[in-house]
């Protein structure tokens, strides 16, 4: 059983909402990602979501960019990416890894070549932004692979795509909060309610919603009705500047101890 | 690859063989199929072509000419070089075919705030013209590196109401003016329409592009016809994103006998690595929702590029080229920035015509063309647009103050 599938049960038995940081690999510094990512898992990080950079990233606001960029001046390339999961498997066996990105450097990689080394990393599955549920064929190998394909839904989602969505869907369905770009402030908390009510009842798998999500109130006011909230750009903003591995841990934990304690009394709210 | 009919693709998910396609963000799938239906609809609808033929007569000024260029011809000495002027259309290039056709497009889908990218300035030139004569709210993302260099072009976008908005984000240039479009788009999908000025982008935008800019080939070739009897032994254009060249090319694939040659930016030189030659020297990639030739390096990242034109200073190319390239229909070379600066000052000086820099590639590609054929071959070279802009660009190069 795939690690994605493993945790979102064990999350169900206890009635939690999963909580899903996302941060771009190499930022702040690409010494400081594995340490990073142990730390995330320290403060209640359930699944990591691990951004690979790219030149550009269209569907990313300038958060993202920004870190994108930073991490791509370093020269952060797959390789590294997939060798600092091997490091983080080293002392974490069970926290899920997705791969978030956009195709250019997969397909440039070799998607099986990808799919067969992230595997092989210990990656449990892989989102990648540009490339939606009509052009699938494409990154059959990472099913062949035993990756998950995470797969986005968006408000702008038609009914027909919605029901093929579900049907291919595995790991978890992102459900895009809002038309927009990462880390813009266009949350509706009652749209999105509705919309993944609708999503939850019928979708085999569980529901994460992320695209403006920043803090503790926000994570709990999604929370109550999904089944994983995503947190990116306002943790990503938040280790921007740290000086050193250590900082960036330390930011990682304070940032995200309050967003874990805040969908725990939320709890009982499910 | 034997490909019977040309005129066949894109097939029913804008692919063209292996190329184009809808690489994008869940967001904009939805608009991107409501555009596919509306402009399925329209593509056979009397009433729209009508009116689009109209404006392309009354306000475009169509047809353009072919002309002769007989000095250049007798001064290079090989075969006969023809010119079709699409420097002569209202605006100066040929970007307003398109621009017109969408503008339509975006009324009938009652769309009324338009955006657009701009690298040179001649695409969103021709947007902005088309929003002030439909009253559309006009917003044009331009890299900064581009705004600073192409300073009369954002003038006259503002002179015609455009907002124009500056993008820092990237190497600040075309390709990240586009990000910057999508990324408008994303988030403002239900008043929008995104009018995008190449054959690159996701379905349909190759494919409606083409359709509005494939107008410059079907007038070329009933010309010919008309006019010398016959068709051109070979065909030439410039190649950034490649709207101008699949305009001329496109009536023309099915004619087996005429030979297709594609002019990119070799910039510095191929060998260089300071060029734009996506086709010559990139690999099959995904850039900008299609998939298509691009330049970028071994982890995938996309590379900045480099030519003296900034029209054909984009790292991609539109997925049809990448077909013609693999079927073998058409050869796509690179021609220099000095090449171009030559054959710019060669038309100058011989035939009173300014080319645009994008469009000295061509002519620069025509000359040499024209040495390996007789006197009395003919070669059809896309003039796509003036070149009024550039002169600021060429005179500082050549160390002139003006």
Redo the contacts between chains.
Sequence with gaps: MNRIDVCFSKLAASKSAALIPFITAGDPLPEATVAVMHALVGAGADLIELGMP??????D??VI??AD?RA?RR?V??ADILGWVRTFRERDAGTPVVLMG????????GIERFAGEAREAGVDGVLV????I??DAFLQPLRDAGLERI????????EA?LARAIDAAEGYLYY?SF???TG?L?LSVPDVAARVANLRARAGVPVAVGFGIKDGASAKAIAGFCDAVVIGSALVERLADAADVHAACERAQTFLAPIRKALDEGRSLR | MQIADYHAYPDAHGRFGPYGGTFVAETLIAPLEELTAAYTRLRDDPAFQREFTDDLKHYVGRPSPIYHARRLSQQVGGAQILLKREDLNHTGAHKINNTVGQALVARAMGKRRIIAEAGAGQHGVATATVCARFGMKCVVYMGAVDIERQKINVYRMKLLGAEVVPVRSGSQTLKDALNEALRDWVTNVADTFYIIGTVAGPHPYPMMVRDFNAVAGREARAQMLEEYGRLPDVLTACVGGGSNAIGLFHAFLNDRDVRIVGAEAAGEGLATGRHAASLAAGRPGVLHGNRTYVLCDDDGQITETHSVSAGLDYPGVGPEHAFLKDTGRAEYVGVTDDEALAAFHLLCETEGILAALESSHAVAQAIKLARDYPKDALILCNLSGRGDKDVHTISKREGMEL
């Design positions: 790219f030149s550009d990233p269209m569907a606001g300038p960019q920004h960029e791509l020269h390339g797959i956009y195709l250019n450097p997969i397909a440039i990689h932004v540009d490339c939606p009509e052009e797969l986005l839904v968006a408000p702008t989602t038609s795509r895009v038309a927009g770009i813009a266009k």
